[in-house]
């Protein structure tokens, strides 16, 4: 039959349009050359270290790939872990930060020279930590804190300077009002700065029972006081931008962040359940993850409100997808680790693959999609360059599908692993268990790392041209 319906059309494009970009958002061209080279800096140990997690993930199925000292698992894991940490999510959020916070208090940035001194040293301390981790050289294995505290000196001054110039762009703000994304960005940046200095100062650390009280606070905390707040506050300021209405309810964001600064604070603790440690410290950390839920709701809500009866416009849109993916990632795996805080599931998940998929799912589908999506909605704004839909597409659902492969497929195991251990069966026998798991570990890996690379040729094509080539661009598109 030759017929066309007269509802559908007789031929249908392989990607949905976008919708164009506003016009270049500033003119100011130094800003946007110092945002560029935060974020390709941050695109660029993305790659570093996720090629890394790419590689350990094969010799989970493969061991005896290598019999090399630097490429072992002890010495590759951290530098896996700090380098999609410090370089990485670290680096691109302040890139973004150092736009929105400017923005909204409608004032230039205090200083581009710090900024550019900051980058430097955050920098040079991911690239020096990570060698001297695959030297040998460590902080003796304490999780997310194995660069040593000269090094990790190096990257708190880079926080401390951005700390001070984002501080003084908001005390010189043309407006009376602090907007909700600058409470999330400056919390995060103050809570970070003390963080680092309780983290590494030795001297009250003597005894294992310290170290380990002091290891729960610092890991839970540069999670959730650095990462988390940092991605909320852009995201305050880019969705209500990107969906040309206003938050829905400013006093929800104000409920959501003075409730994270309470409880978050405290919860550091529920990952040592049974451990040698006071046992009332560990129920004020149960107790605190429970309060968490009062944040979620808080903060979930708010953006999905934000977003109810616009969702038409998150398919026309690069970035909306990763928000909205975000968000809803927030919420459930955030609520998964108040779950996991119980002490009936943690002796069943501890210590097992449970919580390395728990780990990559809020600080995957949380952190970096909303990273993404505030970084899809910037660079266009400040380059009048757009991504490749294609590409765009291909790099979200890899890193979807792949993430959601690794992490079912590590819940499962990990649930079997904790049982078999439970039940007293042979060490060996859990090992067994997992043959298949990490099998598709590294699967959900593979995938993942290839939206990377998508993501990377992305930003490529977003990059700053020269001012005459803008020009040139802007004149031939006017024509057309």
Not at 163 to 168: A, C, D, G, K, S
Not at 260 to 276: E, L, T
Request: a positive charge; hydrophobic letters at 50%; glycine letters at 8%.
């Amino acid at each position: 039959m030759n017929d066309t319906s007269s509802i559908l059309p007789s031929s249908r494009p392989f990607v949905v349009s976008k919708s164009s970009v506003e016009p270049v958002a500033d003119s100011d061209t130094a800003m946007t050359r110092l945002i560029f080279a935060y974020i390709g800096c941050a695109t660029f140990w993305l790659l570093v270290g996720t090629l890394v997690g790419e590689y350990l993930g094969i010799k989970f199925a493969a061991p005896d790939i290598d019999r090399v000292p630097e490429l072992s698992f002890g010495r590759l894991r951290p530098v896996h872990t700090n380098t999609v940490f410090w370089g990485w999510g670290s680096l691109a959020m302040i890139g973004l930060a150092l736009y929105v916070v400017p923005r909204t208090s409608r004032r230039r940035l205090h200083s581009l020279p710090l900024a550019w001194i900051a980058l430097v040293l955050i920098n040079a301390a991911v690239l020096v930590g990570d060698l001297l981790l695959m030297a040998g050289v460590n902080n003796a294995g304490q999780e997310y804190r194995e660069y040593i505290w000269p090094v990790m000196g190096v990257f708190s001054a880079g926080v401390v300077l951005t700390t001070y110039n984002l501080l003084r762009t908001i005390a010189d703000r043309g407006v009376e009002e602090i907007y909700i994304s600058n409470w999330y960005i400056m919390g995060a940046l103050l809570w970070t700065t003390a963080l680092m200095v309780i983290a590494h100062i030795p001297t009250y650390q003597s005894t294992g029972v310290s170290e380990t009280v002091i290891q729960g606070f610092y890991m839970h905390m540069g999670v959730g006081m650095w990462f988390t707040p940092m991605v909320l506050g852009f995201t305050y300021y880019f969705l209500p931008k990107l969906l040309n209405k206003p938050i829905y309810s400013y006093s929800l964001g104000v409920l959501a962040f003075w409730t994270q600064m309470v409880f978050y604070s405290m919860i550091g603790a529920h990952h040592f359940v049974y451990a040698p440690i006071p046992w009332a410290l560990q129920t004020i950390a149960i107790i605190f993850s429970v309060g968490m839920v009062i944040t979620l709701a808080a903060g979930t809500g708010n953006f999905l409100m934000t977003m109810k009866g616009s969702f038409r416009t998150v398919g026309r849109s690069y970035s909306l997808p990763f928000i909205l993916v975000g968000v809803i990632s927030y919420f459930v795996f955030s609520l998964q680790g108040t779950f996991e805080a119980f002490r009936s599931l943690s002796q069943v998940w501890h210590f097992t693959n449970f919580t390395i998929a728990h780990s990559h799912l809020t600080m995957y589908t949380f952190v970096s999609f909303l990273i993404w999506g505030g970084i899809y909605a910037l660079l266009p704004r400040l380059t009048g360059r757009e991504p490749s839909t294609l590409i765009t597409g291909l790099h979200f659902w890899f890193a979807l599908v792949g993430l959601s492969l690794y992490g079912i497929a590590l819940m499962i195991g990990g649930t079997l692993q904790g049982l078999s251990w439970i039940s007293g069966a042979p060490f060996m026998e859990s090992v067994r268990l997992l043959e298949p798991f990490y099998l598709w570990r590294a699967v959900g890996g593979t995938l993942m790392f290839l939206s990377h690379l998508f993501f990377a040729y992305n930003v490529w094509c977003m990059r700053p041209l020269p001012r005459a080539g803008n020009e040139r661009e802007t004149a031939m598109g006017a024509a057309s």
